[in-house]
């Protein structure tokens, strides 16, 4: 939270009086510092979860933790929707410096009531030694992570250049397609969020839930399939089509990943959340990266059916992947089971 809060104070630091040459690395290094400070508390919460599960043990802690990370994860999703929204009406209404200062007063206020609240010692742990042990994670975890990069990056290759380009090339206007965007990621955290209850879960927390995964990212790889089927008909309202079926993506992709959200707490070692968590999200930005770099160049060389095609072929990686997740958590280190 810190961080966050100096990520405000320094943006808001910039003047359009500036040079170019000085403006645009302050601009650049106020973001980069705003986003390490949000996936640190993203998976500093993750493992704090992880922590306070492995602490209450019982004969529901499994589906107690699946709840927990499904409501975790959606509703910081949906407030992420909220913030484009508000975020613009901040702008509209107080202007751009004023609305950092808010956001960083609001925070510091949060900070407080952290620093008051939270035990201090909560999820302290031994770091690694070394890079090696760093990243010598369980089976479970590192297939995981490809998983996470495969699937993110499906997500991206048409969701952030490919479906705006599109819409507004229909007809949308920059406030429809911004607010549109806006509105989904809102419906798919609350979908995310609400995900336990479509999943079937199980004693163990992981052999019903791992095929649960493995259904729901074939379901969600023939979702780009059929869009691009549908939109080669030449509908009328091919804008309507798009919306459709990103609409029916979202809710199979918000499930996916509220399912992997929980499996990475499943596999990861209680001692060592934080470290196994960060390695995932790290998968997570690697698979963003590729897949926003992949949606502006297939998008200049085969339009909205490259950018599906390129969806889908992720997704065929991410279900492969998840067929060899394994139906039982085993600690670092461990031997493999003999046959």
Same mark, same amino acid.
């Given at each position: ?44 919460? =993750? ?10 043990? $019982? ?9 927990? %990370? ?9 407030? =992420? ?42 999820? =302290?742990? =031994? ?29 991206? %290759?048409?969701?952030?250049?490919? %479906? ?14 911004? $607010? ?120 200049? %060389?085969? $339009? ?36």
């Amino acid at each position: 939270l810190t961080t966050q809060i100096s990520g405000f104070l320094i943006l808001s630091a910039e003047s359009p009086s500036w040079v170019t040459a000085l403006l645009v690395p302050w601009v650049v290094a106020a973001q980069g510092i705003c986003g390490v400070a949000k996936d640190l508390t993203k998976t500093a919460s =993750k493992s704090a979860i992880k922590v306070t599960e492995a602490d209450a043990k $019982g004969a529901n802690a499994n589906t107690r933790l699946f709840r927990w %990370v499904a409501w975790f994860t959606g509703s910081k999703n949906a407030m =992420k929707g909220f913030g484009f929204l508000l975020g613009g009406a901040l702008l509209e209404l107080i202007g751009f410096r004023p609305a950092l200062w808010l956001m960083a007063g609001a925070l510091a206020l949060v900070l407080v009531g952290v620093v008051a609240s939270l035990p201090p010692m909560l999820g =302290k742990a =031994k770091s690694s030694k070394s890079m090696k042990e760093l990243f010598a994670k369980n089976r479970g975890v590192n297939l995981l992570a490809l998983a996470r990069v495969a699937l993110f990056g499906a997500r991206d %290759v048409w969701f952030v250049v490919g %479906v705006p380009v599109f819409l507004y090339a229909s007809g949308w206007t920059f406030i429809m397609v911004g $607010g549109f965007l806006a509105l989904w990621t809102i419906g798919y955290g609350v979908v995310q969020a609400a995900a336990p209850a479509v999943v079937t879960r199980s004693p163990d927390g992981l052999s019903r839930e791992v095929p649960a995964a493995r259904w729901w990212a074939l379901a969600l790889a023939l979702v780009p399939v059929a869009m691009a089927g549908w939109l080669a008909l030449a509908p009328p309202h091919a804008d309507f089509v798009l919306v459709a079926g990103l609409s029916i993506f979202g809710f199979a992709f918000a499930v996916n990943s509220s399912l992997h959200s929980y499996l990475i707490l499943a596999y990861a070692g209680s001692e060592k959340a934080a470290e196994d968590v960060g390695f995932y999200y790290a998968a997570n930005a690697a698979g963003r990266f590729i897949g926003t770099l992949s949606s502006g160049l297939l998008y200049q %060389v085969g $339009g909205i059916y490259a950018c599906l095609g390129g969806s889908a072929l992720m997704l065929a990686i991410c279900f492969g992947t998840t067929l060899l997740l394994p139906l039982h958590a085993q600690p670092m280190g461990a031997p493999a089971p003999s046959r």
